[in-house]
């Protein structure tokens, strides 16, 4: 106390004023309560943010574009120079965090094969390696995921590839008859992609001389032609090209003109057809090319429509060939229409409608097998999967959890009778689940390996609506300690809700757990904390004229407190003289 006393007296003295020997400082209990982390204090003695200088012209900041300048590169070390002085007191935290997050990572892993075909398709990491290496082996005759040893090739070496740069893998593309891969590289950090053909048989790269390229890179079934997309200035890709790897010069098969529109290739489900989708924010059109034919042209299924959005797929229905059309036509939540393959690309005219829209089920996305279609629905915002097995009656499959993020991670070969689910709850860390089609069965193939001390039936997830003041009924996904249900805990929102979401990275939970999101919820501990009130009276009157607070943890030991004591009362009149 007489230590605070003089801490106090002196901060008056400062400003020309005298601490009457009636003022104590009063220490409160210590209140215990369950917290994150300390919070870091700034670091002393940091010298101003550097600012970046304004030229002349409409633009004041266009010469940081010429980012190999000098003067630029001045300015970005000024930057990283401010920023490690800024958080140099943090240098120890970050590496406690760092190495635990790391510590609940297993480095040494092979992801689950992927059967296509007479292969198995996988990756491995291992520790001390940047990325995962690409593998196949000869597919098993009982149709396990058992990787065969004796038969396994490196199909792509990126640790090789990136050479201690940057590196950044854009396409990975087998070709239907398994003896090429395409992929793109982007090693500038730009987002400008340089494509490369590997003969598999001989190991022969061959880098494509084209420029600009957005990464893509789409198989005909002959397997020697290509479609690639290309950047226009503004990194739109607004064309595609065609090229034979017999050497024939590429051709140009779309452009794209309107600057509000992206496109993008690809495969159908079916394997029978190419697709060329261009799409804006609010609006959508697809166009369609024979994979047998890559020679011939794309044609439209339906022509844009402002604020008209759809997708498209091909697959069969009742064993006929037949187009899938999702869409917001008939409303906002879409509708599912269909069209028999006859040879030719149907036109709008000829859609039939096979799921209805309706107002209380969003209709997100259609997987299709040969024997099944698997609708991705949003119901309550939750995603529910509903399966339309050929010849048997639809179902919804079943969920352990109150709330959670689930997708069809692969749906395999189109003649296969499962898919695969990435199933991820917040009280769970990611799974792979293998779903039987005909029956519903679901088997975990793979879950993600959470090292360290980590029990998910150790916590409850549950799903609950709140009320706004409109009438709205707000969702609320919650996941806390069993035991401590019924018992009023400390509460971290948060709240995400742009572009349809919710609360999801890539269709996960952001703040869930998994390889990285375990220790947020499980590195919760209890820690005292001292809360010191000042209050300065008017010796001559008594009236209060000022008054601050301010916490401090105390870690346990009476040094520990009294540190803890001196802090929070240096913290409290920090804020003195008042304004």
């Given at each position: ?152 090739e490196l199909l792509l070496d990126p640790n090789v590839l990136a050479n201690g740069g940057f590196f950044s893998l854009g396409a990975f593309s087998i070709s239907p008859d398994h003896q090429r891969l395409a992929y793109s590289l982007d090693t500038s950090g730009e987002e400008i992609f340089t494509l490369y053909v590997k003969e598999l048989a001989n190991g022969k790269v ?94 439209c299924l339906a022509p844009r429509v402002e604020d008209h959005e759809y997708d498209v797929d091909h697959g069969q229905l009742n064993g006929a060939w037949t187009w899938f059309i999702r869409s917001n036509r008939d409303g906002i939540n879409y509708a599912l229409f269909t069209a028999t393959d006859i040879g030719d690309v149907p036109t709008e005219a ?230």
């Open positions: 106390d007489v230590e605070c006393n003089g801490l106090i007296a002196s901060k008056l003295a400062s400003t020309g004023f005298a601490l009457s020997p009636e003022l104590t400082v009063v220490c409160n209990a210590p209140i215990s309560y369950i917290a994150r982390e300390p919070s870091m204090p700034l670091s002393a003695n940091v010298s101003a943010a550097p600012i970046a200088r304004k030229a002349e012209g409409d633009d004041p900041y266009a010469w940081l574009q010429e980012r190999d300048t000098d003067a630029v590169l001045d300015y970005l070390k000024a930057e990283n120079s401010y920023q490690e002085a800024l958080t140099a007191d943090q240098a120890g935290l970050r590496e406690t965090l760092f190495e635990e997050i790391k510590g609940r990572i297993l480095e040494t892993d092979l992801s689950l094969p992927s059967p296509w075909g007479p292969y198995l398709y996988y990756t491995r990491t291992t520790a001390g390696d940047e990325y995962a290496r690409h593998y196949r082996c000869r597919r098993p005759a009982d149709d396990s995921n058992q990787v065969d040893d004796s038969s396994e061959s880098e494509l001389a084209f420029d600009n390229c957005d990464g893509s890179m789409t198989w005909a079934n002959d397997s020697l032609t290509l479609f690639f997309g290309e950047l226009d200035d503004t990194h739109r890709p607004h064309k595609l090209y065609r090229y034979r790897l017999d050497g024939t010069a590429a051709q140009e098969v779309f452009h794209e003109p309107d600057g509000r529109f992206f496109l993008h290739c690809y495969r159908s489900s079916s394997e029978r057809q190419l697709l060329l989708a261009l799409g804006s924010k609010t609006t959508s059109e697809i166009w369609a090319l024979d994979a047998e034919q890559p020679h011939l042209d794309f044609t000829e859609w039939q409608n096979l799921i209805p829209h309706s107002d209380d089920v969003m209709l997100d996305g259609v997987s299709l097998n040969a024997s099944a279609m698997t609708l991705s629905l949003r119901i309550g915002g939750l995603p529910v999967f509903e399966v339309h097995p050929e010849g048997l009656r639809a179902y919804r499959v079943e969920l352990p959890d109150a709330a959670y993020s689930l997708y069809v991670q692969n749906s395999l070969e189109f003649p296969s009778d499962k898919i695969r689910l990435r199933y991820e709850a917040l009280n769970r860390p990611a799974q792979v689940r293998q779903l039987e089609l005909a029956s519903g069965t679901q088997v975990v193939l793979k879950e993600t390996p959470v090292l360290g001390p980590f029990d998910a039936d150790a916590y409850v997830s549950q799903r609950l609506w709140a009320t706004a003041p409109d009438g709205t009924q707000v969702p609320i996904s919650l996941v806390m300690k069993r035991e401590m249900l019924g018992k009023p805990v400390p509460l971290y929102l948060y709240g995400y809700g742009a572009y349809g979401g919710y609360n999801r990275y890539g269709n996960g939970y952001g703040s869930g757990v998994g390889m990285y999101n375990t220790v947020p919820i499980v590195r919760t501990y209890q820690i005292q904390v001292l809360v010191v009130r000042v209050d300065l009276f008017d010796a001559g009157t008594g009236q209060p004229v000022w008054s601050a607070s301010a916490e401090t943890a105390n870690k346990g030991s009476q040094i520990d407190r009294t540190d803890a004591i001196r802090e929070a009362v240096e913290k409290a009149m920090s804020a003195y003289p008042p304004s």
